[in-house]
Nanobody
Framework: QVQLVESGGGLVQAGGSMRLSCAAS????????MGWFRQAPGKEREFVAA????????YYADSVKGRFTISRDNAKNTVYLQMNSLKPEDTAVYYC?????????????????WGQGTQVTVSS
């Protein structure tokens, strides 16, 4: 079993930056594909970014490409989401998630482990 704990959320002005962290405990972290999802009020949970176990392969939603960067430090069992040029529409609860399948997945149902979420609010 893997436990995931997000941190780093809060309030930021539009155009600002924020870094989210997700600390994992339990089994071998480097064997997990890790992803970030977000859910705004009244909307479905949506894919944001994902990274392979080695960190070599990364994939982003079109809405965040060029602004967000996903990375991981397997020695620290942590995955990060660096968010730049934030927009009010980025406001949501952000979740990190993990799975042990080979391929990077953009569908939430592929992920077996989830954190509790952290609120990100971008003011205009």
């Amino acid at each position: 079993q893997v436990q995931l704990v997000e941190s780093g959320g809060g309030l930021v002005q539009a155009g600002g930056s924020m870094r989210l962290s997700c600390a994992a405990s339990g089994r071998t972290f480097s064997s997990y594909v890790m992803g970030w999802f977000r859910q705004a009020p009244g909307k479905e949970r949506e894919f944001v970014a994902a990274i392979s176990g080695s960190g070599v392969s990364r994939y982003y939603a079109d809405s965040v490409k060029g602004r967000f960067t996903i990375s991981r430090d397997n020695a620290k069992n942590t995955v990060y989401l660096q968010m730049n040029s934030l927009k009010p529409e980025d406001t949501a609860v952000y979740y990190c998630a993990g799975h042990e399948r080979r391929n990077i997945a953009v569908v939430a149902t592929f992920y077996d482990y989830w954190g509790q979420g952290t609120q990100v609010t971008v003011s205009s």
